[in-house]
C-alpha cells in the first residue's frame, strides 16, 4: 500500500498549490478520503474529506472557500486545490483513508513571503 503526496513548496500569501496524493495497493475508489495537515508542535488536523465516489465534500472551516478537494478514481489519485494561501496554511499535508488507515509521507507546505 501506497500514498504518496507531491505538489507541496514554498508559496507567496494569496498564492496558490494543488496538491496530489498517488494511491496504490489498495481499491482506491472503495475509501473516502482525507487530507489531513500538520503544523510543528501541533497534532494533525483534517483539511478535508471526500467521499469514495467523490459525492460529498465537506471541509475545516479554514478551508471552506479557499481550499477544494476532489479525486479521480481512474486515476487513484485525490487532489486538494488550495487558494488564497495564508503564513498559517504552513504545514505538512497528508492524505489518508482516516486515523487507523493508510497514511502517505506528507508533502511541505510553506506559506512566506
Known amino acids: 500500500v501506497q500514498l504518496v503526496e507531491s505538489g507541496g513548496g514554498l508559496v507567496q500569501p494569496g498564492g496558490s498549490l494543488r496538491l496530489s496524493c498517488a494511491a496504490s495497493g489498495f481499491t482506491f475508489s472503495n475509501y473516502a478520503m482525507i487530507w489531513c495537515r500538520q503544523a510543528p508542535g501541533k497534532e494533525c488536523e483534517q483539511v478535508a474529506r471526500i467521499t469514495s465516489a467523490g459525492v460529498s465534500t465537506n471541509y475545516a472551516d479554514f478551508a471552506k472557500g479557499r481550499f477544494t478537494i476532489s479525486r479521480d478514481n481512474a486515476k487513484n489519485t485525490v487532489y486538494l486545490q488550495m487558494n488564497s494561501l495564508k503564513p498559517e496554511d504552513t504545514a505538512v499535508y497528508y492524505c489518508?483513508?482516516?486515523?487507523?488507515?493508510?497514511w502517505g509521507q506528507g508533502t511541505q507546505v510553506t506559506v512566506s513571503s
Open positions: 489518508t483513508t482516516g486515523l487507523y488507515g493508510y
